[in-house]
């Protein structure tokens, strides 16, 4: 994807989980594990004011959203959302 985010917006993949179990059933939406986000871009321009923005996570990392955040993008059948990265709630450290 040739999309650069700006300013304090970041790019994450959306990676959906599957719903259905390791045996091939069709699971319920309650048990469906969440969906996953992994971060793609980051910006690499700088805040209106001149300084940088402060995101403590680099591409590749998976992290948690607020719930209705981000603005969603599909390219080749591959969901992607952009969102500040003040939505970003959390990070997997690994």
């Known amino acids: 994807m040739n999309i650069q985010p700006i300013y304090d917006r970041v790019l994450v993949k959306v990676i959906k989980e599957s719903a259905k179990s390791d045996k091939g059933v069709l699971l319920p939406d309650s048990m469906q594990k969440k969906d996953r986000y992994q971060v793609v871009a980051l910006p690499n321009t700088k805040m209106p004011d001149g300084s940088s923005p402060n995101i403590p ?30 939505d970003i709630i959390a990070y997997e450290i690994i």
């Open 57 to 86: 996570f680099e591409v590749g990392d998976f992290v948690l959203i607020e719930k209705f955040a981000g603005e969603k993008i599909s390219e080749d059948q591959e969901e992607f959302l952009i969102l500040r990265a003040d």
